[in-house]
């Protein structure tokens, strides 16, 4: 039997990847959150869980981040912490929950089945914010990764 080795250092447990994925996350959420608080986006965040509030939605949007910041951490403890793997790594998770997130399962968690891969205005100011969570997130995981 082989054993796998995250990122050749063995204080890198899966857990710790996590959780500083989680955070970073964190960090990639709350600049995310902002812009979607300037476009007034929130309050359909909310109605993922059936309540239309900005509160609310501040505070799913947040599980979310640090759940997909968690993700995040468990596929990039595997390469080094670099900014290069930052930004590349940040733009794919990005434009991955961009799609995944805002194109398919958003519409279908809120029955707008007819919005699945409708691009317009809002889809597109979407993508600007799930980029900067990515590439937040991935520099905010570096800097936790190297410590």
Sequence with gaps: MSAVTVNSDKSNTLARLAGQGAIGGLAGGLVFAVMMAMGGMLPMVGMLVGVDNSVVGFIV??????????????????????????????????V?????????????????????????????????GHILYGVVTAFAFNVLAKR
């Design 61 to 94: 949007h947040m599980a979310i981040s640090a759940f997909i910041g968690a993700l995040y951490g468990l596929v990039a403890g595997r390469f080094p912490p670099t900014s290069g793997n930052a930004i590349i790594g940040g733009l794919i998770n990005g």
């Design 96 to 128: 991955f929950w961009w799609v995944l997130g805002a194109l398919v399962l958003m519409p279908l968690f809120l029955g707008m089945n007819e919005m699945i891969f409708v691009i317009g205005q809002p889809q597109w100011m979407s993508l600007v």
